[in-house]
């Protein structure tokens, strides 16, 4: 059993339809047709939603999104229309909310990863291969891969966990075309971040995109190269065969699974609240992702 610990009650907005509640974001349609997104500060790691909100993490998540769709522009289209508030929304929602585009979602986490690590990690120790696809032999955590792959998973709903699958199962499920045009742009979007992230001493290890069709053109989607979607790395301080130091949320999934926690993840219980300390660590590490990778400081 997982999912939130504590659901929250949607905020009800003249004039917004309330969709659906995620793990981190609230989704409205507007009388326009629109979507609306709203990213909170909610946290989640190992398929809950923890009871304890980082304060400005909704608003981090947002604005490096935005900042990731500008260095992208070029080579794939986004779903953002607007960064203004609706008329009638809370003030707390500025900063962290997207009119977007309604699209027609395709049901595939794609994920790119230039690093061994994660998920990938434990499938390569058991098979030497990561979604079907054969890897050398001699990796450790934190290796890096002779060449980014491209390694699917099917979404999953609040509370379930994501599976890896083969590119020969997502070309099943959503056909030969859409399959190589998402390898190909997740590929080519997580290429040049990696780039452009190395450029500011970071290592992008891996990260996750969703993407949508608008009519015939394939769109990226929700939010891009977040702490929240992706693995963040100092590059000074690189060293495979351990755990990396972190610029995201692996800071939180450690204190839960360390002895300080007393959560079992193993159990039914639901994890435990976040101490202040933290919290404080963890929103910090979220700003400097933020910082580091923009060049702007977070006021």
Request: no cysteine; hydrophobic share 40%.
């Given at each position: 059993m997982s999912g939130f610990v504590e659901k929250p009650e949607p905020i009800e907005v003249p004039g917004l339809?309330?969709?659906?509640?995620?793990?981190?974001?609230?989704?409205?349609?507007?009388?326009?047709?629109?979507?609306?997104?709203?990213?909170?500060?909610?946290?989640?790691?190992?398929?809950?939603?923890?009871?304890?909100?980082?304060?400005?993490?909704g608003r981090v998540l947002t604005q490096l999104s935005l900042w990731w769709f500008d260095q992208l522009r070029d080579l794939a289209e986004n779903h953002v229309i607007s960064t203004e508030l609706p008329e009638g929304a809370p003030a707390d929602w500025a900063g962290r909310t997207l009119v977007c585009k309604s699209l027609k979602m395709v049901p595939v986490e794609c994920v790119a990863r230039g690093y061994l690590t994660g998920s990938g990690l434990l499938e390569y120790n058991a098979s030497r291969t990561v979604c079907g696809l054969a890897l050398p032999e001699g990796l450790v955590d934190g290796s890096e891969l002779p060449a980014p792959i491209f390694t699917p998973a099917t979404k999953a709903e609040v509370g379930e966990h994501d599976e890896n699958v083969s590119y020969e199962e997502v070309a099943?499920?959503?056909?030969?075309?859409?399959?190589?045009?998402?390898?190909?742009?997740?590929?080519?979007?997580?290429?040049?971040?990696?780039?452009?992230?190395?450029?500011?001493?970071?290592?992008?290890?891996?990260?996750?995109f969703e993407f949508g069709f608008d009519g015939d053109t394939l769109v990226l989607a929700d939010e891009v190269l977040t702490p929240d979607s992706s693995r963040f790395w100092p590059a000074d301080r690189w060293q495979p065969g351990r755990a990396q130091p972190s610029y995201d949320k692996q800071y939180v999934r450690d204190w839960l699974t360390s002895p300080a926690s007393g959560w079992d993840r193993k159990s039914e219980q639901p994890p435990p609240a976040l101490p202040e300390e933290v919290v404080a660590a963890t929103r910090q590490k979220y700003v400097e992702a933020y910082e580091h990778l923009t060049g702007t400081s977070w006021s």
């Open positions: 339809v309330h969709l659906h509640t995620g793990k981190v974001r609230e989704l409205y349609r507007n009388e326009a047709g629109d979507l609306v997104m709203v990213a909170s500060d909610r946290m989640s790691a190992y398929d809950w939603v923890l009871p304890t909100e980082i304060p400005d993490k099943r499920q959503v056909g030969a075309e859409t399959a190589a045009q998402l390898r190909q742009a997740t590929l080519a979007v997580y290429s040049r971040a990696r780039d452009i992230a190395r450029e500011r001493g970071i290592i992008l290890a891996d990260t996750k």
